[in-house]
């Protein structure tokens, strides 16, 4: 019979999903669990296993294309039954519904080893329509001989790689037998498509493509198409900037700024960093401050609650699930750290350090970015003193840290050069009136003033 699968809900509040790359073709067969396809959410990269076992039968819908929740994405062709009925239209008891998709819990299936897992494992065959001039101008000896019943491996690299080398017309095989057996990088890519020659089979629709010939070049010689870029609003930035709107229109909010002497705090961080028993651990002063805030926030809950419309109520948090703003090539998201008010100094340090790790390789899970309850974006990374950052939505408290500068500073009745930091508050004023926002920033303030103190209070 013919079942058909539609996109699941892979998160809180995500309505679409945008299909990077399918991983299997119509006539294909597959195994339960065996992954589908690559589909990026607002919130991340996820990788779809197959509710069902058979022969794939039709692809509802195309690389690059968005999906609703709930649409249709893919037929299989599945042993028993009708062959001309399809899932939807047969009534399923939760029994049924159970036995059909064993082991699929939320939007993948549940791991079944530690360690790093094993790559996958694709057929070999014809050549895909959009790869055979690529294929054709590939060296010789670059390139694979593959029979119908040939198996390789699947080339180590990551979803946005994976994307990149699909919207070129490259195939990953091809590279990974030049570059052998590492992960293979936007760079390699690059370089290969430029070798060969190779185009973009997919692009965008754009206005502007369809009326370059009637705009003449300009003086600089430069056609329309050079001088306009227009790219498609979704992914990570579109629900930014959703969440951004919806935040700056219904929390009222204001920011506070108080400069801080850090200099007792980089000498504690360097001396660390000096000591080799915690070598594994890249202690900074971002780390210091994360303490700080989970030390400072029970003195002013209202920092660490949220404003809960529908009830009526406000919640206040007994936990910290601290957010860290990171930036990546597919915008900027917050992923958090679960309960961070229990963990130590070295603790946060290697928590953040993961987070930016997996940020960057784009495999944040939508689980990491779901909640929060107060966030801290560092934008001393970028060289900046200071901002008025936005309120993550659900959020009443945001805390912008900015760079460390040697400057003139009043110390001890005379004047020297200290290492400062502006902190940046913003926080929702339904919740936190200015004396608290106020109080909050002198806590965390006297932490990285006099880091060794606050022993005496931790």
């Not at 930035?237 to 850090?262: G, L, N």
């Amino acid at each position: 019979m013919i079942a058909e699968f539609r996109l699941p809900d892979l998160g809180e509040g995500l309505t679409e999903a945008e299909v990077v790359q399918w991983l299997v073709s119509p006539g294909d067969p597959v195994a339960l669990n065996q992954t589908l396809a690559e589909v990026e959410t607002a919130k991340a990269v996820v990788e779809l296993p197959s509710p069902y076992e058979g022969t794939v039968s039709t692809l509802h819908a195309e690389a690059g294309e968005t999906v609703a929740v709930g649409a249709p994405l893919i037929a299989f062709d599945v042993e028993g039954g009708d062959a001309t009925a399809t899932a939807p239209e047969q009534p399923a008891t939760a029994e049924a519904e159970e036995k059909a998709q064993p082991n699929l819990v939320g939007y993948g299936a549940a791991p079944t080893a530690s360690g790093r897992p094993a790559r996958r494992a694709r057929r070999g065959g014809a050549a895909r329509p959009a790869d055979t001039a690529v294929l054709e101008a590939a060296p010789h000896d670059a390139t694979p001989s593959l029979s119908s019943e040939t198996v390789v491996e699947r080339p180590r690299s990551t979803p946005p790689v994976r994307a990149h080398a699909k919207r070129l017309g490259v195939d990953l095989v091809l590279i990974a037998a030049e570059v052998g057996d590492r992960l293979i990088t936007r760079a390699d890519v690059d370089a290969y498509a430029a070798r060969v020659g190779a185009a973009p089979v997919m692009a965008p629709p754009s206005t502007t493509a369809a009326s370059a010939s009637a705009v003449p070049d300009s003086p600089a010689g430069l056609g329309a198409r050079d001088r306009e870029t227009r790219i498609p609003i979704r992914g990570v930035r579109k629900h930014t900037a959703a969440a951004m709107v919806q935040s700056a229109f219904t929390a009222p909010h204001v920011t506070v700024f108080h400069t801080v002497d850090v200099t007792a705090t980089m000498d504690l961080v360097a001396s660390l960093r000096e000591d080799r028993r915690l070598a594994e651990h890249r202690i900074g002063p971002l780390a210091v401050v994360a303490k700080a805030v989970c030390m400072a926030l029970p003195r002013t809950p209202g920092l660490n609650s949220r404003w809960d419309e529908q009830a009526g109520e406000i919640v206040e948090h007994g936990y910290v699930d601290l957010g860290i703003a990171a930036a990546t090539d597919r915008g900027l998201i917050v992923p958090h750290i679960r309960e961070a008010q229990s963990l130590t100094l070295t603790q946060l340090a290697d928590a953040i350090g993961a987070l930016a790790s997996t940020a960057r390789s784009g495999k944040t899970s939508p689980a990491e970015l779901a909640g929060g309850t107060f966030s801290i974006s560092n934008i001393g990374v970028f060289g900046v003193d200071a901002g008025t950052p936005i309120l993550p939505p659900g959020q009443s408290g945001i805390l912008a840290v900015g760079a460390v500068r040697r400057q003139p500073w009043e110390y001890r009745g005379e004047i020297a050069l200290r290492q400062l930091m502006t902190l940046s508050l913003s926080f929702d004023h339904r919740l936190v009136d200015g004396a608290e926002g106020a109080r909050f920033l002198k806590d965390v303030a006297d932490v990285l003033e006099e880091p060794g103190r606050a022993m005496l209070f931790s």
